[in-house]
């Protein structure tokens, strides 16, 4: 799936989210607003493609700062 990963230049994932784009509003009233994580100074945001398994589990998603980093343009888990 497409996400927002911010990391820092040494590529340690600080977030992730959704790629940007409209949000619709929860109830279905009012216009769709648009969405989109923004980096802080020193860190940078990519769109990446984060496979679904990382996504779809909680606990794996909550540690992914620990155990995955960016490199090369992908999210990649860290070497035990």
Known sequence: MKCTVISDGRGKIIAIGPAPGLVEP????GPALWHELQPLEGQTSQILDVPDELLSDPEQLAKLHQTHRLSGGSVEAIAD
């Open 26 to 29: 929860s109830d279905g009233a």
